[in-house]
């Protein structure tokens, strides 16, 4: 076994360590907020999904340009990738926010405009990943993903900054003023989003292998044919 092949493995030991560290963070060593209880300790799951949604589909944009300006094809393999891993942790934000939207607003749902802005940016990448599926041709099919992935990445903005540009009842952890958490509940938000950037790493390398396996499968089952 080689030292890349290894990698991997190394990984996802490290990724399941600072996992297990910021749970025992969020649940444990941060203290319960007063007002929300403990219902707040969604926060520190929810949070650090959404920044890495965001780095996700930032890495599709990223990747996506690569490829109509090279055409090669691990970019396109790594903007596809990143765009599920996006859409997973985008699905898991709009979990927990509604979950936070119940014991917080008594509601599961309102159109807050962060909460639909982000709902408009979940939909807009589920869109990516049908043409993926519904265009037979590859070249075709890569580069009209591309097309949606690089405009699509112009929600992220509006997400970030709905809660600015709107009237809006989403809390702001973070604004122009500092930041508004007890030092242990910052060490715990900081120790999960760290957490959750291995998290992506991780299904962001092991997604990307299996897209190269496949097409290396593929393309051998071509030359037996």
């Known amino acids: 076994m080689t030292w890349r092949d290894r990698e991997p493995v190394a990984l996802i030991g490290l990724s399941a360590l600072t996992m297990e560290l910021a749970i025992a ?24 999904a959404a920044a890495m949604a965001f780095v996700a589909f930032g890495v599709t944009f990223g990747a996506s340009v690569v ?3 090279t055409s090669h094809p691990v970019s ?4 596809c990738a990143a765009a599920e891993v996006g859409e997973l942790l ?3 934000v709009l979990l927990t926010g509604m979950l936070w939207a119940r014991a917080a607003w008594n509601t599961w749902w309102t159109w807050d405009p962060r909460l639909t802005t982000m709902l408009v ?20 099919r890569a580069r009209y993903a591309a097309v949606v992935g690089i405009l699509g990445f112009a929600d992220v903005p509006i997400v970030v900054m709905s809660i600015r ?22 060490v715990a938000l900081l120790v999960s ?3 959750f950037a291995l998290l992506f790493v991780l299904l962001l390398v092991v997604r990307v292998r299996l897209s190269k ?5 593929e393309s051998l089952r071509r030359s037996v044919l």
């Open 25 to 48: 963070a969020a649940l444990i060593y941060a203290p319960t907020e007063r007002v929300m209880g403990p219902v707040q300790r969604i926060l520190y799951f929810h949070v650090p």
């Open 67 to 69: 490829y109509l300006a």
């Open 76 to 79: 396109d393999a790594v903007a």
């Open 90 to 92: 985008a699905a898991l």
């Open 121 to 140: 940016l979940w939909l807009i990448y589920a869109g990516y990943l049908l043409v993926r599926r519904s265009v037979e041709d590859e070249a075709r």
């Open 165 to 186: 540009w709107w009237r809006t009842i989403h809390p702001a952890v973070f604004d122009e003023k500092g930041v508004h958490m007890e030092p242990r509940m910052l």
């Open 193 to 195: 989003l760290v957490a």
């Open 213 to 217: 396996l496949r097409d290396e499968v």
